[in-house]
């Protein structure tokens, strides 16, 4: 029997795992007591790497579509092949892509390829899950800190008052914000006499272990955010203190808020201006607090808005950069130092005119991207670690839309609702032959800490991990163009490298020391020294930003629209589309359902458990009804990540339980415009009993 430590990188939290093994064989995997960061906890995905190492349904060999069958084929057979379909679509004018799933965030050694398959695909239409998550985030960022990659974390273990704002940290263990253990966080946050406030359209996990909760309109965010801080301006609040001296634009953006109204925002968010008031009172008390905004605010058709001002109101409480407010991280490999701030608006897509955000076109518009003809059109698409049929706005016309496309690669370990249509398919070695850093996600964590993982198992033969995939591919397309072959790094070297050259020092081989990780320290105020913009000021009022109060005004006076909306959730079992073939993460009662709120059903004459049938502008699923009190009326929501029945498939145990892709019914017109992310919340949809249905067609 051997003993490995490891981290678990399925989600954010990074929680160390020790894994006991016995040849090729998983034993056991616990919780690491000794890792500083996650202190001996683990979630149920953490079982599910021994899962993922070890599916019957993985594929193992690269395969070529032939007719409807699948063969086998050499990897030397399918670079070059490819390369030669590339070569040949590029010749005849057709437009090359690529998208990049959200697992390539936790995997550090495809991070130096990417940029080499892209040369080589020498294409600007690149896509990737960032644009369905977080990249309002990243948009307000560059804005107002000067650099992309400079993530505000809550500072949770020294605060004295959290406000989570469309977030669920109990199901997602933080999401854009490395943080283990989370319930324990929070428990320890009560116990010293904090509290936690939630605010979400659903009683959460994470609402019903808070102090309180608030239901929220969906999409209304920016209502409540702008309440909040004229709430802190009437009551004589506003006190950044020694930000006040690195503030630019202050004056300009209240300027621009005071033409609101609190009570008029108050009505739009459903929330009552009372409570608006009560809670700007407890945040500009003067004590560490912090407000959080995720998925829910993100999400929305003024995600960039939304993160605007939950930044402003951090700034406004003097919560920003102080401990136990919102705090930047001095991570052993720093991204800020050594990557560009970030683009915008350098190109346009071709059909809809969306402006570039960080390289990548919005992935709303892939679909109309490959299905429109003419000069430009996408012709090829390589997909590395997604699925973007069941996790992008309007899966149905991108299931459409792949059945036209001349080229389609997939690095993928199986054959998903997007790889059935690939005409390669080639698979990366299993998890736990691959080494580890969390280099984009030990940047956003409550600690500074760095872990490197070794290897579990050697790669069985024959068989490539990811960068390598990437790294040949991109070199055999090179080639075929007539362009230079790429320089390939080994990704140890490139990590070593960027360890030595971020403040700190450091060396892969000194971090390898410590197997349960590094812990390197308790955030520290780091402001001004940390900005990046030209002038190191904060940049409180960005010009796009302050017109986009002409947008949320015009919102602000329209009448809300009848009916009911959608929005998402996620569980702790689940991740995205890429866990439903476990089978220890599958079992217990199915969690694909609509939950509805009891008025909702019962005006509808909807049964618990009954099948419904639930209509958008995009689309139409069935699923089962949830009704319960933990919407508020006129919401309903399902979880992402489900849909895995489409045809060809190939996931045994996903297909026993396939359930409904939300994104069946989520639409590619809603989107924020401002970062080109996908407006998941708030679908306008209707939902009637399926015997209802039936008897009108």
Known sequence: MATHYRTCHICEANCGVVIETQGRRVLSIKGDAENPLSRGHICPKATALADLQD???????????????????????????????????????????MYIGNPSAHNYSTAAQIPLLRKALESKANFSASSV????????????????????????????????????????????????????????????????????????????????????????????????????????????????????????????????????????????????????????????AVVYGRIGVSTASFGTLNHWLIQLVNIATGNLDRVGGAMFTAPAV???????????????????????????????????????????????????????????????????????????????????????????????????????YPLFLAPIAIRNFANYSPPVFEPAPDSRSDWEIIAELARAIAGACGQPLPNIVPPRETLDRMLRNSPRGLTLAEVEAHPHGLDLGALEPRLPDRLRTHDKMINCAPPELVDDLDRFGDWLAAAPEPGLVLIGRRHIRNNNSWLGNSRRLAKGPARCTLMIAPADAEARGIRDGAMVVVTSASGRVEVAAEITDTVMPGVVSMPHGFGHGRKGVKLSVARERPGASINDLTERSRIDPLSGNAALVGTPVSVESLTHAVAAE
């Open 55 to 97: 599916d019957p349904d993985r594929l193992h060999k690269p395969v070529k579509r032939v007719g409807d069958a699948w063969v086998e084929i050499g990897w030397s057979e399918a670079y070059a092949e490819i390369a030669e379909r590339v070569a040949g679509i590029r010749q005849a004018g057709g437009e090359t892509a």
């Open 334 to 436: 720093d991204l800020v130092s050594q990557t560009g701030s970030g683009t915008r608006g350098r190109f346009f897509s071709r059909v809809s005119g969306h402006p570039e955000l960080l390289g990548e076109l919005p992935a709303v518009a892939m679909a109309e991207e490959i299905a429109t003809p003419g000069e430009g059109q996408v012709r090829a698409l390589v997909t590395i670690a997604g699925n973007p049929v069941l996790s992008v706005p309007d899966g149905g016309a991108l299931d459409t839309a792949l059945e036209t496309i001349d080229l389609l690669v997939c690095i993928d370990m199986y054959v998903t609702a997007t790889s059935t249509h690939a005409d390669y398919i080639l698979p990366p070695c299993g998890p736990l032959e691959k080494d580890h």
């Open 133 to 288: 998550d977080q990249v309002p985030h990243q948009l307000v960022q560059m804005w107002v800190y000067g650099h992309n990659a400079m993530f505000p974390v809550p500072d949770i273990d020294r605060t004295a008052h959290m406000v989570i704002i469309g977030g669920n940290p109990l199901a997602s263990n933080g999401s854009v914000w490395t943080v283990p253990d989370v319930k324990k966080r929070i428990l320890a946050l009560q116990a010293r006499g904090g509290r936690l406030t939630v605010i979400d359209p659903r009683r959460t996990e994470t609402a019903d272990i808070a102090d309180l909760h608030h239901f929220i309109r969906p999409g209304s965010d920016p209502a409540l955010l702008v309440a909040l801080l004229l709430s802190l301006d009437e009551a004589g609040l506003v006190a950044p203190g020694r930000l006040g001296a690195m503030l630019a634009g202050w004056d300009t953006a209240w300027a621009a808020l005071r033409r609101f109204d609190i009570e008029a925002c108050a009505a739009a968010c459903s929330i009552d201006a009372g409570d608006i008031r009560a809670l700007a009172a407890a945040l500009g008390d003067g004590t560490p």
